[in-house]
């Protein structure tokens, strides 16, 4: 048998003759030998000393090199995601504003990608997070309502993201990764009980959770007027004092002997004022003890929450969590409560800007994304972090109050927050920023979803995305990397609620994006561009317009959707209508009946699921007290 043996006899080399016996390298030598004491054995002598080092090297490398685990943490990019709430599209720098300052954010576009049709999958909260966690679009997963409350109402309502949905964050969380949320959920919390937390952020991926499980509304603040339901609650007490009003007409009918009423109606007409004015008054009396709270994991840190320090508990806790977790693969969401009214702004920043309160909040929150950032920088993880910034849908033009504007601005697009089909409601920020693996200052044209995050982080993370569901969102790289020169999304379907009210049919080949409106909500006043009376524009009913042939717009000329086109100005108009027609059927044979999570039933509130510090109903407690907090 041949072994690899080196044979060293006297010979003509320094007095020796040496042999050298390897089969591997060289298995057609006779007896597997060869005499290196001729000229030209020398060189196969040569030869294989370099092979054998190197071979040898090759084997001590490996044997040098950490684990398989630890090779893949080097691969996985760490994913910051940040999303603003209610941010216009026309709010920013990169994006056309010259009143606000938002260094950091523009940065961001400089040494990344940015999006100029980055689409919300809805105009409203709920169903747009519903939409950006899954990659699916809300109707779904059964995050979009039939009726007028669109969003979650309660942190004691019963609906919520179904426990069956996967976010990117679950799956992160399988691929190894530690994965954080900081802020804003407004997910939902409970099911059945006040402690199952079925819809809690634990519950869906998230490995830690600091921040509101619902969202900032103006009843947080005492020196706000209420905002939750304000004309539902108005009418509320309407009712309660002209039930009143006729129960004291009554009795003091029957003291002066004018209404011929007995003291046990009497009695019971006073019973059912009480009850009528505690059946109301015990949830929306106390809307800021109920959905004004802060939570860390399951313990609620806060109830109600301390608006004045809540900006630098979020900050520290974001901060906190990269330097927790810099050692390995880790998922920051950070959902920030800016820029919902009632617009939290710390001193440091009030009056600062051009803008009034919103532009003051606007930039508040500029300067935390540049705090995060530097967070970043610090613990050298700039080249192995994707970072990507968005809004979740349009500013909300009706937002007012007197002379202050408290919504955002939506640049040149039509329309805003809660309106399904207009793209101020719906197109938003969006900004990729990845050194040495995307280029720095690019622009990219093309329909992107705010769905798409799903399965690009799903794949860069190394995970697979289910394959037991329709996943609406595409992979984004291959578009922000300029390897593919389309977006992949050739239909995109508009919904307000459950009411399909538009859709954008992207058409490759010439480059031109059609829209074709089925419904839009009828201004007030006319001509205004916001629905004034209402404080929200409306999905059905008398308040909206039905289009039949749709109102069809070119996009890539007419991006402000001020010209609808006509068969008669445009040639291509009965094709475009057919074809989106087509799409819309081919869409909906995808869709299947889902529970209704924001039906009527699962967003009203129920004691008996409403997050309590304490015994209920003295929900009150303060975990945070003085802590120490970032200086702003």
Not at 218 to 223: F, G, L, R
Not at 331 to 345: E, G, Y
Not at 561 to 585: C, M, Q, Y
Not at 594 to 603: A, I
Request: glycine letters at 10%; hydrophobic letters at 35%; proline letters at 6%.
């Amino acid at each position: 048998m041949c072994r690899g043996d080196l044979v060293i006899t006297a010979g003509a080399w320094g007095c020796h003759k040496v042999k050298i016996c390897t089969p591997f390298l060289f298995p057609q030598a006779k007896n597997c030998c060869f005499d290196l004491s001729t000229p030209n054995a020398k060189m196969i002598w040569q030869l294989t000393s370099y092979w054998t080092s190197l071979v040898t090297s090759m084997i001590f490398g490996l044997l040098l090199q950490p684990p398989l685990a630890q090779l893949s943490t080097i691969t996985q990019p760490n994913f910051v995601l940040l999303m603003a709430d209610d941010l216009g599209i026309g709010d920013v720098g990169c994006y056309g504003n010259d009143t606000i300052r938002t260094p950091n954010i523009d940065r961001l576009a400089r040494e990344g990608v940015k999006l100029t049709q980055h689409i919300a999958a809805a105009p409203l909260c709920t169903p747009s997070r519903a939409a950006f966690l899954t990659g699916r679009y809300p109707l779904r997963s059964g995050m979009d309502a039939i009726n007028n409350y669109r969003v979650i109402f309660w942190n004691g309502g019963s609906g919520g993201l179904p426990p069956n949905e996967t976010t990117f964050a679950k799956i992160l969380q399988q691929q190894g990764y530690s994965t954080g949320l900081i802020g804003k959920w407004h997910q939902g919390v409970n099911c059945e009980s006040r402690n199952d937390h079925c819809h809690h952020p634990l519950n869906h991926g998230f490995d830690y959770f600091y921040g509101m499980p619902f969202t900032l509304i103006s009843d947080c603040q005492t020196t706000e007027a209420p905002e939750m339901d304000r004309v539902f609650r108005r009418k509320l007490w309407l009712y309660t004092q002209m039930i009143c009003l006729f129960t004291l007409t009554a009795a003091l009918g029957r003291i002066t002997g004018l209404i011929p009423v007995r003291w046990k109606t009497l009695t019971c007409l006073a019973g059912f004022s009480l009850l009528f004015f505690v059946s109301w008054f015990s949830s929306y009396g106390f809307v800021r003890y109920w959905n004004c709270i802060m939570m860390r994991n399951h313990e609620i840190t806060e109830q109600p929450m301390v608006t004045e320090r809540t900006t630098s508990l979020i900050l520290r806790e974001s901060i906190a969590f990269i330097e927790r977790n810099k050692h390995k693969p880790f998922l920051l969401f950070l959902s920030f409560l800016h820029s919902h009214t009632p617009l939290l702004t710390t001193e440091k920043f009030l009056g600062k800007s051009s803008h009034g309160l919103y532009g003051d909040n606007v930039e508040e929150m500029d300067w935390m994304v540049g705090q995060v950032l530097d967070a970043i920088d610090k613990e050298g993880l700039k080249s192995t972090t994707l970072v990507y910034f968005a809004s979740d849908h349009g500013g909300w033009l009706e937002r007012q109050e007197d002379t202050r504007q408290l919504g955002g601005w939506n640049g040149i697009y039509r329309g805003g927050k809660a309106m399904g089909g207009w793209e101020g409601g719906i197109r938003v920020p969006g900004i990729l920023r990845w050194p040495g693996v995307l280029p720095a200052g690019t622009v990219i044209n093309e329909p992107t979803s705010l769905m798409d995050i799903y399965p690009t982080v799903t794949h860069l993370a190394g995970g697979v995305v289910p394959q037991d569901r329709v996943i609406d969102g595409r992979d984004l790289m291959p578009l922000l990397q300029g390897r593919v020169e389309h977006s992949e999304h050739e239909f995109l379907f508009h919904y307000c609620g459950i009411h399909l009210h538009a859709v954008r049919w992207h058409q490759k080949d010439s480059g031109a994006t059609w829209k074709a409106h089925y419904v839009t909500p009828k201004f007030h006043p006319l001509g205004a561009g916001a629905c004034y009376d209402r404080g929200f524009c409306p999905c059905f009913g008398e308040g909206v317009t039905q289009h039949e042939p749709p109102l069809l717009f070119d996009l890539s000329q007419d991006p402000s959707e001020a010209k609808p086109l006509s068969a008669d100005t445009e040639p291509l108009f009965d094709t475009v209508v057919e074809r989106i027609g087509r799409a819309i059927e081919e869409h909906r044979r995808t869709l299947t009946p889902v529970p209704e999570q924001l039906s009527l039933y699962n967003v009203v509130w129920k004691p008996w699921l409403q997050p309590c510090c304490g015994t209920f109903p003295f929900c009150w407690c303060d975990k945070e007290g003085d802590s120490e907090l970032a200086d702003l």
